[in-house]
C-alpha cells in the first residue's frame, strides 16, 4: 500500500524523543500518551507475524530502559488511527 496523504504516521512528523529509525519501522515517544510507541513503515494495519515479531523486540528494550524494570505491556490495539500498524508500550 502507498502512503495514505493525511496520516500522520505516514507522515512522520513526530518531535518527542526518537529511538529508532529504521527502513521497516520507526520508534518514538507518543505525542499523545508520551510513552514509547512504534510504527510500521506501512500504511496498513496487519503486518505478517514475522514483521510484527520485529516490531516487538524492537521496541523491548526501549521500553524496558523507559519503565526502568517496572513491569509494561505491547498494546497494538489502535483506537485514534486503526488502519496503520502501531503499538505502544503502555505502563502494565
Ligand atoms: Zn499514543
Ligand atoms: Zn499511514
Given at each position: 500500500m502507498s502512503p495514505s496523504s493525511g496520516c500522520e504516521l505516514c507522515a512522520d512528523e513526530s518531535l518527542t524523543t526518537r529511538y529508532a529509525q529504521e527502513p521497516e519501522y520507526w520508534i518514538a515517544d507518543c505525542l499523545v500518551c508520551r510513552v514509547p510507541m512504534v510504527v510500521w513503515r506501512r500504511h496498513d494495519p496487519s503486518p505478517p507475524t514475522p514483521v510484527r515479531e520485529r516490531l516487538v523486540q524492537a521496541i523491548t528494550p526501549v521500553a524496558e530502559d523507559f519503565y526502568r524494570g517496572a513491569a509494561w505491556y505491547y498494546d497494538?490495539?489502535?483506537?485514534?488511527?486503526?488502519?496503520h500498524y502501531h503499538a505502544h508500550a503502555r505502563r502494565g
Open positions: 497494538d490495539h489502535m483506537r485514534k488511527i486503526p488502519d
